[in-house]
């Protein structure tokens, strides 16, 4: 019978130890500190959530001014290529007139040299 009372006793003994770890808990949770400590953890992590919000915001803002400085590079650079176009068609336009008008020319020295030879 010893046993049985040895299992007794060490059943109560457990069930005073979790009654107790129960009641403690209870008296932790009715705590004015532990409500205060929980505000307090409250207050910090707005505030840290506050703060990541605020550098998101500022990313955000820093990566769509690189971006539309990037277009206005795009664009610039776009811009400089059409002038580069244009100048070079222009370039070719030129040319093609100068090599016409010394083709007129050496028409018109063979026609007069035809014309002297003729009269």
Same mark, same amino acid.
């Given at each position: ?38 505000? $307090? ?10 703060? %990541? ?7 955000? %803002?820093?990566?769509? $001014? /690189?971006?539309?400085?990037? *277009?206005? %590079? ?21 040319? *093609? ?12 020295? /063979? ?9």
């Amino acid at each position: 019978m010893k046993t049985d009372t040895d299992f007794i006793d060490r059943r109560n003994a457990a069930k005073n130890a979790k009654a107790a770890l129960l009641e403690k808990m209870k008296a932790k949770q009715n705590d004015p500190e532990l409500e205060a400590r929980r505000a $307090e953890r409250a207050a910090v992590v707005a505030a840290r959530e506050e703060r %990541e919000a605020a550098k998101r915001r500022q990313r955000q %803002e820093a990566e769509a $001014e /690189r971006e539309a400085a990037l *277009a206005q %590079e795009r664009a610039a650079a776009k811009e400089a290529a059409e002038q580069a176009a244009v100048s070079e068609r222009d370039k070719l336009i030129a040319q *093609a007139m100068e090599d016409q008008a010394a083709q007129k020319a050496k028409r018109d020295a /063979r026609y007069a040299a035809r014309q002297m030879r003729k009269g």
